[in-house]
């Protein structure tokens, strides 16, 4: 089998995580979706891009298979292996404990005003008292999304004694805290965690009303993805001082230069860092690897995403 790589790691790096001795080991000669296109009907697995700037868009007549090295599979058109029958699997699981921590690493900055801080000192400043800050403890905490990187969430928060609560889409009985419906918990929560999955329904969930409807002076932290959070209607609510935010992932990244964002108060930025830890990382690459042998062994994959018959068959 001949297995196409598109994570930005260099050939050699590659060979030695995913090689196999009954595989062929291919990567476009220029990280280009051009080059994939071309490259997609000549290999018969696939090993996605986490950035994910290099995209699945047609498994073509080949490719039996899609291992996509993250939590995420934006970056791999779902409906179209779907139609061709391809299995597409994830790593479930493998960052939620980084994206948690960020969310809550997040929060403790933006209540605590630590960037601001560190800025104030470093030119030569002392506001030891003037900053302000608040505690986190006792503060009710909203998590919107119950998947692994909710319930990891949910627990850290607790941990640090607030009150929390969440929505999803669907019921999670296996949730360590109690559902509230989407309206009270913008009303209601000092803080809003946003951790789900971008979908049709989730594209713009936190919108201009969910914002405007929010307490005074809470907290938005965004550990998703940038379109589950209308841009426009955030910068608007940051401009008008009701809500301080902090986001690790954006509509375009990287972000643009001229990117509002970028000046906007009461905003911390992050650049879609919240899963790369080496710990994340070690762990998706064993995830991954471990699902592309099952496919050699002719064993059924694990965390198909899209529906499909685990057990993968060669098509050409």
């Not at 995209?55 to 298979?65: K, T």
């Not at 090295?69 to 404990?97: F, M, Q």
């Not at 930025?269 to 699902?291: C, D, F, W, Y």
Request: aromatic fraction near 4%.
């Amino acid at each position: 089998m001949r297995l196409l790589a598109l994570p930005p790691l260099p050939h050699e790096l590659l060979q030695t995580l995913f090689g196999d001795p009954r595989v062929e080991l291919v990567v476009p000669p220029v990280r280009s979706q051009e080059h994939v296109d071309a490259l997609m009907p000549q290999v018969d697995l696939v090993l996605g891009d986490w950035t994910p700037q290099l995209r699945v868009r047609d498994p073509g007549p080949r490719v039996c298979f899609v291992q996509q090295p993250s939590a995420g599979v934006d970056g791999i058109d779902l409906e179209a292996c779907s139609a061709a029958a391809v299995p597409v699997s994830n790593c479930a699981g493998a960052n939620a404990t980084s994206v948690a921590e960020w969310c809550l690493s997040a929060t403790l900055a933006v209540l605590r005003k630590t960037v601001e801080a560190d800025k104030a000192v470093r030119r030569g400043d002392w506001p030891q008292t003037s900053l302000g800050g608040r505690e986190l403890r006792g503060l009710k905490v909203g998590i919107i999304g119950m998947g692994a990187v909710g319930r990891a969430a949910a627990e850290l928060y607790q941990a640090v004694g607030c009150h929390v609560v969440f929505w999803s889409r669907r019921a999670h009985p296996e949730a360590p805290v109690p559902a509230e419906s989407l309206v009270q918990l913008a009303r209601t929560c000092d803080v809003v965690v946003v951790v789900i999955a971008l979908g049709d329904e989730t594209r713009g969930l936190v919108d201009e009303s969910f914002l405007a409807s929010m307490k005074q002076g809470a907290v938005l932290v965004n550990g998703a993805r940038g379109e589950v959070v209308e841009e426009q209607a955030l910068l608007a609510a940051l401009a008008e001082g009701r809500i301080t935010a902090a986001t690790d992932v954006f509509a375009v990244e990287p972000l643009p230069e001229d990117s509002r964002l970028r000046q906007a108060q009461g905003l911390l930025l992050s650049p879609h860092m919240a899963g790369s830890t080496v710990e994340a990382a070690m762990r998706i690459v064993g995830q991954a690897k471990a699902n592309l042998v099952r496919v050699l062994d002719g064993q059924p994959v694990v965390d198909v995403v899209n529906g499909q018959d685990p057990l993968v068959r060669k098509r050409v």
